[in-house]
Each structure stands twice: as C-alpha cells, then as structure tokens.
C-alpha cells in the first residue's frame, strides 16, 4: 500500500471568498501544490459555496495533473447563489458529472453544518447510496464513505459498494 498526500484548498477559497477578489487563486495555490509534490487535491463544495465554488471545480478539473476527489453530500440538490459574480450550485452529483473526479468522497453534512462531523448511518441510507455509488463507479471514480469508527456500520459499507 502506497501512500499519497492530497491537499484540501477549502481553506484558500474561504479567504478569497472572504475577501471578494479572486486573490488568493485556487488553481495557482494547487499548482502550488503540486510543485512541491503532493499526489492530488482535495475540495469539497457546498451548496452555499462559502469555501470552494462549483466553478472552482471546474476549473480544477481542466488543469489538474494529478489525483482529483471531490468531496460532499451526494444528496445536495441546486440552490441558487444570492451572492453576486457567483454561479449556481448545481448540485453536488452535477459536479462530479462534468468534472469526473477519480476519488468521490461522499458526506452527509448538512447545508447549515460549520464542518463535516458525523459519518452516515448506513441502516438508514444504504438504499438511497447504492445506485449513487453505482453511478460514480460507472463514471470511472473511486468512492469513499464519511464513516464513524462504528464497526457495525464499516461492515454496512462495503454491503452499499
């Protein structure tokens, strides 16, 4: 097992964000990255888009020479953006349609949750995840599961794909 270093940009987007210019670059700062060796980049766009933007993924997704993964609610539906100069959120599966990440790390975070903290509860959503995780598969990406280290429900997970 090799082990490689994606690096998440959420925190350079919530500063540009923050400033309202397009300083400090995304796609500069994963360049970046990527000089100095790491193996992918990491975001994950929400619905509000206070940190990366869908556009930022699409752009990412154009330039990138390394490992893409893109994380985030696969349940997160369109929502329109009240902020001027920012696009609409498509919805999250919508992003990872155009971008085709190779890894897909899905996350049940809320809209109104500061930051990812709680896994899924696959007793509960194993029936809505399945034909997700089928379509990524068959979009050519890598799932991964936001888990709580709950055996029982690790167990669930490779049940789900």
Not at 50 to 74: K, Q, T, W
Not at 77 to 101: C, H, N, Q
Not at 127 to 136: K, N, Q, Y
Not at 148 to 154: F, K
């Amino acid at each position: 097992m090799s082990v490689a270093l994606s690096i998440n940009l959420n925190k350079i987007a919530l500063i540009r964000n923050s400033r309202d210019t397009e300083y400090p670059s995304v796609t500069q700062h994963a360049q970046m990255c990527i000089d100095a060796g790491a193996d992918g980049i990491t975001v994950h766009p929400r619905p509000d888009q206070r940190h990366i933007r869908a556009d930022d993924c699409y752009e990412l997704a154009n330039m990138l020479s390394v490992e893409f993964n893109i994380e985030g609610n696969p349940f997160a539906a369109p929502m329109k953006s009240d902020r001027a100069g920012v696009s609409d959120y498509p919805g999250f599966l919508e992003i990872v349609r155009r971008t085709r990440p190779a890894q897909c790390t899905l996350v049940p975070d809320s809209n109104s949750q500061l930051t990812s903290d709680h896994g899924f509860d696959l007793v509960r959503s194993s029936d809505e995840l399945r034909p997700i995780i089928a379509e990524l598969k068959a979009l050519g990406c890598r799932v991964s599961l936001f888990m709580d280290p709950d055996t029982a429900q690790i167990a669930l997970a490779k049940e789900v794909g």
